[in-house]
């Protein structure tokens, strides 16, 4: 039996974050840059619906897609690197496996047979993976599996790729990345823990075609050769991730390896077109040789972990290697920001940007931060909760009414300038109910956004419940804040600005989401420029 499309599976063995969702990316913008269509989609083994509820300390940052999906932050390295949306269809978590398998036996769908794992899980994540084939827009689908060999969480997703293997054997193919440490001590690489990796995954019936072993020394033939033998693979078939300076060298890193070559021959793919990537070339060399240096400060309340704003973080280093120029981020804890310290804090930055997020913690330091950016004069960039807080800092400061708030923190606020939206009041479940997915703005001519997009109508990702409060936008641009961007059909204020202040802008959409290294957002661009500007 054959299909029409390839699968490549990409697995992990001996410890997580050896970056799966990295080497899935390059390898699909290789085989994209040979004339190929591919997609990337993400196996997650843990039992949440979606990662929509999880706290960022959990999870890092939840990414969106257009159609609404609250998904792993890797379908965000997915965008980047292939310039090419993903939807619903691209993030599978074991809690949707199982509520599908559970609503199908409540409709007696199974005809009175026991549900089990075999066949009636595996079935289910099995139609998942082919979902993206089966639909005609990608010739090879590639499915990465979160966590590693060897957990009870992935053991359905492993024995799925192993039917798959044995039901289509000239369409699939399983790329394993493993760990190869070196071992100061003795001096030497050990490869003693991808050989028990492989053999863990062996014990469940899969053989890896293509051992990607992540190390921080070359290897040398005499290794590659040793992991061939034990693991049952070609030599050629070896593949070594090194570190990178940057996640967009592991690309040409790859392509100096082979590894699309040696998928295409195991997948007996014609190596079509050659994988030249100039645009990708010209962006790297852009960012290896910045002609000068920025510092923004990104104001948060999930500092600690990084990967909680992964998708700003990639937006500055687009923006910054487009306008050549490299972006230093200074992060700033948004709980430890007082009005004593708020100077000395922000002293020296050419930019602000305040980060999204939920709940109480952290507001009034965000507050603190925008009314000195704004009295100031310095660039400001305020996004989702960013926005909100510049709206209530607005509020009390300038149009003195003390008592402004959000609704989100202070229910029954006098002046609740940031309300709940109405579609939102008689929402009791928190998972997959917020305002989710792609929206219109129409935007204001002769303003700091129109200025950004060049565009009168654009469409960006929401992920919000609480908006900005028509009832008082009359008496906010009579006193200097104004509405510049909104959506067509509700009328929800999207954009505000102040005119008067050098670049002060809050958008209530994510535009993190849609920057990609070929296509940096036009709002970080508008906005590393202005704070280069600011610095001269």
Not at 169 to 184: A, Q, S
């Amino acid at each position: 039996m054959s299909n029409s499309t390839k699968y490549i599976f990409v697995t992990g063995g001996v410890t997580s974050s050896l970056g799966k969702g990295i080497i899935s990316a390059s390898l699909a913008k290789l085989l994209q840059a040979r004339g190929y269509t591919v997609t990337i989609q993400k196996l997650d083994p843990y039992i949440n619906i979606d990662p929509g509820t999880l706290n960022p300390y959990e999870h890092g940052e939840c990414f969106v897609t257009n159609d609404g999906a609250e998904t792993d932050l890797d379908l965000g390295h997915y965008e980047r690197f292939l310039n090419v949306p993903t939807s619903q269809a691209n993030n599978v978590t074991t809690g949707r496996i199982y509520q599908t398998v559970m609503d199908k036996e409540r409709r007696g769908e199974f005809l009175g047979k026991t549900v089990q794992v075999i066949p009636h899980i595996t079935n289910e994540i099995k139609e998942r993976i082919q979902i993206l084939g089966k639909s005609d827009e990608f010739e090879i689908v590639i499915t990465e599996i979160g966590g590693t060999v060897g957990d009870i969480e992935s053991l359905p997703y492993i024995e799925s790729v192993r039917q798959m293997m044995w039901e289509y054997p000239d369409d699939c193919l399983v790329i394993h990345l493993t760990l190869v440490p070196y071992l100061k001590a003795a001096g030497e690489l050990k490869t003693k823990p991808t050989q028990h990796s492989v053999k863990s995954l062996l014990e469940v019936g899969v053989q890896p075609d293509i051992l990607v072993c992540r190390t921080e020394h070359h290897l040398d033939n005499n290794i590659r050769k040793k992991i061939a033998r034990f693991c049952n693979v070609n030599p050629t078939a070896v593949i070594e991730s090194i570190d990178a300076d940057t996640i967009y060298r592991v690309p040409l890193l790859m392509q100096e390896e082979e590894l699309d070559k040696v998928v295409l021959q195991k997948l007996d793919l014609p190596a079509k077109g050659d994988t030249e990537l100039k645009e990708w070339k010209a962006f790297l060399t852009k960012l290896d040789n910045p002609k000068s240096k920025i510092k923004i400060g990104l104001v948060g309340k999930y500092i600690e972990l990084k990967d909680s704003y992964k998708s700003i973080v990639e937006s500055f280093i687009h923006a910054g290697a487009y306008n050549e120029c490299e972006v230093e981020i200074k992060w700033i804890h948004s709980d430890k920001i007082t009005p004593e310290n708020v100077k000395d804090t922000i002293a020296g930055l050419d930019g602000v940007l305040v980060a999204p997020g939920f709940g109480s913690r952290g507001i009034k330091g965000k507050i603190l931060a925008i009314q000195y950016v704004r009295e100031n004069n310095i660039p400001f960039f305020g996004i989702c909760l960013g926005m909100q807080c510049a709206v209530i800092e607005y509020a009390r400061n300038v149009l003195g009414w003390k008592d402004a708030h959000t609704t989100e923190i202070v229910e029954d606020c006098t002046r609740p300038v940031i309300n709940i939206m109405e579609d939102q009041k008689n929402v009791t479940n928190k998972g997959g109910t917020m305002r989710l997915g792609s929206y219109k703005c129409k935007l204001l001519d002769g303003t700091k956004i129109s200025e950004a997009y060049n565009e009168e109508v654009i469409n960006e990702r929401h992920r919000h419940r609480f908006e900005f409060n028509n009832a008082y936008l009359e008496e906010f641009e009579a006193n200097g804040m104004i509405a510049t961007g909104k959506n067509p059909e509700s009328g929800l204020v999207e954009v505000v600005e102040i005119p008067s202040h050098p670049w002060f802008v809050g958008a209530q959409f994510h535009p993190e989401y849609k920057s990609t290294v070929e296509k940096p957002h036009p709002l970080f661009l508008a906005f590393v420029k202005a704070a280069l500007e600011n610095k001269k």
